[in-house]
């Protein structure tokens, strides 16, 4: 079983340190206020899993989430999951998840709508696919149906549950890409399990991609923690990527921020630093926002992909030092990161089963 293999195989690098006083400050206010009246609505609503803006999502490289909903309120990652302030909007529990409906038939003349042009789709949009054997089969099914297609799928996940071997061995035959969520706030056992993940789904042949969760901390231990995760990527020969933490103004781990940060473009009740990893040569990829529809990854290990050509990318975030140097956007579509509006048809009138 790979939760056996995964726990005699841990990386967890040694001046790692979990540190939970640190992480239940990660939380809005504003949100916890709401929790009492939150907790009363429904569970998140079933939706059709299908692909592309034909189908009513926003951009032509998703795939509905094969999960709605995610963590409960007092638990969004980082305390400040965008995603679940949408769906409060809308007037549901993202807490309460539901396994989306997947009807292969549907899903395939969905995909082969598609652009031509577009071979790539990323799975882990507003939720993720890890919570259940269940949401696997429905990964590994969809993945299939699109390698038939020639189509690659992208996951981003944090691995809450994990696939078997052989669910693995079917995803990189499939050419799929996992990137998986680590920061300086996870626990040990937590970082222990992606980083032994990212090895083995690795060594069975697949495209593991570490996508840290980056930011400049004032709180030293936080800042060791990072340096950690960073340390062990270069060593252990990882392509990666970095995706820039925000926070509201009202999160409380505000604290254990640098203060020459920058306030949001697109969010301007968030704060971040952009981009802090880019001088590390491992860290190649921009997130699924830069990816264009010819992108793929021919490469597994960072010493073969530096100085490559990657095909498929498209620009980046700004760093931190282009946001002091008074960064602005080239293009509006930059920032489209964190849109979840669909088409209302796809969850309208549906409830949980």
């Keep these: 079983m790979m939760n056996n293999l995964l726990k005699k195989k841990s990386n967890l690098p040694d001046s790692f340190a979990y540190l939970p006083e640190v992480r239940s400050k990660f939380v809005r206010d504003s949100i916890l206020e709401q929790k009492p009246k939150i907790r009363e609505f429904p569970a998140m609503p079933r939706l059709p899993i299908v692909c592309g803006t034909k189908s009513g999502l926003p951009f032509e490289c998703l795939m509905t989430d094969v999960v709605s909903g995610c963590l409960p309120v007092d638990k969004i990652c980082y305390g400040n999951c965008t995603s679940s302030g949408f769906w409060y909007n809308q007037g549901y529990d993202f807490g309460k998840r539901s396994l989306n409906e997947f009807d292969p038939v549907r899903f395939r003349e969905s995909a082969l709508a598609l652009s031509p042009d577009q071979k790539w789709l990323r799975q882990g949009w507003a939720s993720d696919c890890s919570f259940s054997q269940e949401s696997w089969i429905i990964v590994v099914e969809s993945a299939n149906i699109l390698a038939e297609l020639a189509i690659s799928m992208v996951i981003l996940t944090k691995l809450y549950a994990l696939p078997t071997k052989e669910m693995l061995q079917q995803l990189v035959q499939a050419g799929t890409e996992i990137r998986v969520s680590i920061s300086a706030l996870d626990s040990a056992q937590e970082l222990a399990r992606r980083l032994s993940f990212l090895h083995s789904f690795r060594d069975l042949g697949g495209k593991a991609v570490p996508y840290v969760i980056s ?24 392509i990666a990527g970095e995706n820039p933490l925000r926070l509201n103004s009202d999160n409380r781990a505000r604290q254990f921020l640098e203060t020459d940060g920058f306030w949001h473009p697109k969010f301007p009740d968030e704060y971040w630093f952009g981009r802090v990893c ?9 997130p699924p926002t830069h990816l264009g ?24 975030l700004p760093t931190f030092e282009e946001l002091q140097a008074g ?10 990161h964190a849109t979840y509006s669909m088409d209302k048809d796809l969850y309208l009138s549906k409830t949980a089963g």
């Excluded at 880019?278 to 921009?286: E, R």
């Excluded at 529809?293 to 980046?316: H, K, M, V, W």
Aim: hydrophobic residues 40%; negative net charge; without cysteine.
């Design 215 to 238: 930011s400049r901390f004032s709180e030293p231990a936080l800042a060791t923690n990072q340096e950690a995760i960073l340390n062990w990527i270069v060593e252990h020969d990882f």
């Design 327 to 336: 960064y602005e956007s080239p293009s509006k579509n930059l920032f489209k």
């Design 278 to 286: 880019h001088k590390i040569p491992n860290f190649l990829l921009p």
């Design 293 to 316: 529809p010819a992108y793929t990854l021919p490469f597994r290990f960072a010493s073969e992909a530096i100085d490559q050509e990657i095909p498929g990318l498209e620009g980046n």
